[in-house]
């Protein structure tokens, strides 16, 4: 298996509830009952969908790092 998977998490001391990440991914994102979100697994294979989400989140909330390398896909480095 070569895809690419990757771990993704938010962080909930930033995360507002916009549910942005929820209407670009919603396989990927849900909000909880405090209208949090919350990745749907732990580990999810890469998409365009999540990158957007990511990329598209006003307070840069979720981290994406790529299973096996440890490479940051989001936030990209200063
Ligand atoms: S887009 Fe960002 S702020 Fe909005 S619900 Fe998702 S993680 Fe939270």
Known sequence: MSETTWSVTVDKDLCIGSGGCVLRAPEA??????????????????????????????VEAITIVEEGTGTVVFPPAD
Do not use: G, I
């Open 29 to 58: 994102f849900e909000l909880d009952a405090a209208r949090q979100s919350c990745p749907r697994v732990e580990v999810m294979a890469a998409s365009d969908e999540v990158l957007d989400a990511a990329e598209n989140c006003p």
